[in-house]
């Protein structure tokens, strides 16, 4: 018996999703599609962008044809091992090759004398980076802290199990405890874009470097990344989040022991099948990088530099909204300046007035996002996704228009009743 993996140029479409219980409501489930609810402003279906779901990198996979096809036969990866004699021992050979070799390929990490963990994606490799940095424990758990906005998903994930290891300690910027802890440093940050360096900067401090996004296609590469634990996922490398891959690269031995054991308690290693396909497409992205026509992140980049290009100038038409400016910087990738397109457009109401929460605002023309608070900001921020398919794109932008102008035409009605109201009082 023989299995194949493939990527195909037609795909089927996905079965309708179960039914979620309302008392473990998921992150990605939508409301019910209620067009006669007064509080929809708009009809149509949801537009999910409150999560980076990689879909709008598919047409470029479709094109690749038979380049990604992985074939294996029944009997192969039965073992949980692959080489005991290894730090990492559930990790594929080809897959820490390709990993080395994508690396020195795009320049963004030093890979050299360190070692790779791999993960079912970066979720799982965070969670293992704290029990390193935090075993066997002391009298008091470790704080852990990230700058705001940070990524919303730390707190949550930091203290979902109620470690007695660890904690979340809330804002680097205002962290004045003393005693050790962990600061994530995510570079570019998510949700704004905005490159970032350590902030608490105090003795007894250790960092985990979140570069998730720090790839051609969202930002320009200035410089081979080198720090002691960086972590990376296939989903936002390369486009695929199903296939829950991630890697660490990481400086210290007993580090990388620890964030092994780690996975092997709690997953027993990662599936060796997905281990085979990241490293197939990892590799075809590595030979390719030099091709125009069939190289992935140039095909990327143009992407999001269209949307980019897109939601600016929607957003320029009122002064309803406003986004983050960035500057161009040189990309050793690209050999060129560019400026960062970022994943998430970290969006912000501009009025001070008439609208408290931005994600609620949004939710009634139909667009899900994630709102400020959960990053640590204020919800007159929300951050979208950029990374959906094409129709959903231009949906949003639609709708985005359309609350701009409702918006615009309000203020305006109000401002012409303030000023007959004015001369009348006057008069």
Partial sequence: ?????????????????????????????????????????????????????????????????????????????????????????????????????LHRTVGNAVTEDRYIIVGTGSTQLYQAALYALTSPGGAEPVNVVSAVPYYSSYVEET???????YKWAGDANTFDKEGPYIELVTMPNNPDGQLRAPVV?????????DLAYYWPQYTPITSQADFDIMLFTFSKSMGHAGTRIGWAVVNDKDVAIKMTKYIGLNSIGVSRESQHRAAKILGTVSDSSQCIGGNFY??????????????????????????????????????????????????????EADVEDLEILLRRYKIMGRGGSLFGAHPKHVRLSMLGDEETFNLFLDRLSSIQDAISKANHYSYAKAIQSLTASLS
């Avoid at 140029?9 to 473990?24: F, L, N, T, Y």
């Avoid at 900067?201 to 470097?209: A, D």
């Avoid at 999001?304 to 290009?309: A, N, S």
Wanted: charged share 25%; proline share 6%.
């Fill in 1 to 101: 018996m023989t299995v194949t993996l493939k990527i195909t140029k037609d795909e089927p479409a996905p079965a309708p999703a179960p039914a979620v219980s309302h008392s473990h409501t998921s992150r990605y489930a939508l409301p019910k599609d209620n067009s006669t609810n007064s509080s929809n402003l708009c009809s149509g279906p949801f537009l999910l962008l409150s999560h980076g779901d990689p879909t709008g990198f598919k047409p470029f996979w479709r094109s690749v044809g038979d380049q990604c096809k992985v074939t294996f036969d029944s009997c192969d990866f039965m073992s949980y091992l692959t080489d005991v004699g290894k730090v990492c021992w559930f990790l594929e050979k080809d897959l820490e090759e390709s990993i080395r070799e």
């Fill in 159 to 165: 203290n979902f199990l109620h470690s007695a290891l």
């Fill in 201 to 209: 900067n105090r003795y007894g401090g250790k960092l985990i470097h």
């Fill in 298 to 351: 140039r095909y990327g980049k143009s992407l999001m530099t269209e949307r980019w290009t897109k939601l600016r100038e929607v957003i320029s038409r009122s002064r309803v909204f406003s986004l983050p400016k960035y500057i161009e910087e040189y990309c050793h990738y690209a050999g060129e300046h560019t400026e960062p397109h970022p994943a998430f457009a970290w969006l912000k109401y501009c009025n």
